[in-house]
């Protein structure tokens, strides 16, 4: 195998070939960089267990990838290692034996806290860690991550066939965490128990409202501003004596979550985006809003007359439009605010992401 002082130009230099090849220190014995077909370049160290001789087989080590450490750090652990295998430590066994100990939610919380989270949008971040500790992890969590198999994620998966698009996303999520334990020398190579499952074939749900329907929002919006929506009460029920008189029995919607509907429907922007917008992303002499993160990255919104005037009216309580009950953070929702509306519409199959396809129905046409 090729020999070479190895620093950052021997990395840079070294390029992908068909089949995976590894490059040793001419320095110091045993300590190699090892770059894959697909350009992966990771640091090993090569040594024989025990003080073996050359009819014992050598044993490799991966310390980190190329990203994780620089030549001087990954020449520092090597010879570290070496110097444990010279006073008898075997490390490629104590690395089985660590991968052995690890479980399913040890490895969750890693791949959170250290890939997901560092890495991702906060809301990606939030769906990964919601489908993990819901699903997976009451599952899974107390096995061993190395004896998890496709069997176990078979059976999760089937377990959500009656939801496709969430049964699809754990399989996708736990194929990325076992992605990067690999990477990360938390699991072996190759045992990755996501892989070549099937996914359910998902059908998208689009609703688009018609003229008369986006009308009935309007009025259902309009009262609930006003004089309030009426509160629907069974009066059988034992508490229902100690409740307020009918009259008084009304829910008034503030003008934040009412703004939100109205904005959702004349933007055509998705939720998150209106709930964290902030005033300082609004361009009022040019009519634009400047979004520096949604999910396909930044992103511009043109701004038309009406979306104008309901922008022009959202009473300034902090830097979020959509003031929550600390204006300084983004509202978290408006289930109950589009609940309370879709109901009072007669609209209570539609979702709320449904006025955004309307809104793209209506740009179409």
Not at 84 to 97: D, H, S, T
Not at 173 to 178: D, E
Not at 286 to 309: H, Y
Not at 322 to 340: F, S, V, Y
């Amino acid at each position: 195998m090729p020999k070479a002082r190895l620093t950052k130009r021997t990395v840079d230099a070294a390029v992908p070939q068909a089949a995976r090849y590894t490059i040793f220190d001419d320095q110091l014995k045993g300590f190699g960089l090892r770059v894959s077909p697909g350009g992966e370049k990771s640091w090993i160290v090569m040594y024989r267990a025990n003080g073996g001789g050359r009819t014992t087989p050598k044993t490799r080590v991966t310390i980190g990838t190329v990203g994780q450490l620089t030549p001087d750090q990954a020449r520092k652990a090597a010879a570290d290692t070496l110097a444990q295998v010279r006073l008898g430590a075997n490390p490629a066994a104590q690395k089985r034996e660590a991968r052995k100990a690890l479980t399913f939610a040890d490895l969750a919380a890693c791949f959170l806290a250290e890939h997901v989270e560092a890495k991702r949008k906060p809301g990606t971040a939030k769906h990964y860690r919601d489908l993990l500790q819901r699903f997976a992890v009451p599952a899974l969590g107390n096995k061993k991550a190395a004896d998890i198999h496709r069997s176990d994620i078979a059976k999760l998966h089937l377990n959500l066939k009656s939801t496709p698009f969430q049964a699809n996303r754990l399989l996708a999520v736990i194929g990325a965490m076992y992605a990067f334990a690999e990477k990360r020398g938390l699991v072996e190579d190759g045992i990755n128990p996501a892989r070549r499952l099937e996914k359910y074939r998902e059908h998208r749900r689009e609703r688009f409202l018609t003229v008369d329907e986006l009308e009935r929002i309007g009025a259902a919006l309009r009262e609930a501003e006003t004089v309030g929506l009426e509160w629907e009460v069974d009066e059988d029920q034992p508490n229902a004596k100690h409740l307020p008189k009918a009259e008084n029995r009304r829910t008034v919607l503030g003008p934040h979550p009412a703004a939100a509907i109205r904005l959702l429907i004349l933007t055509g922007a998705r939720l998150r985006e209106i709930l964290h917008l902030r005033w300082e992303q609004i361009d009022f002499e040019r009519a634009l809003l400047f979004l520096p993160e949604s999910k396909t990255g930044r992103k511009t919104i043109v701004l038309n007359a009406p979306a104008l005037a309901v922008l022009a009216e959202v009473p300034r309580l902090g830097t979020f439009v959509i003031a929550g009950n600390d204006p300084d953070k983004p509202r978290a929702d408006l289930h109950k605010p589009w609940k309370l509306i879709a109901k009072r519409a007669g609209l209570e199959a539609v979702r709320i992401h449904d006025l955004r396809h309307t809104y793209a129905a209506f740009g179409a046409g």
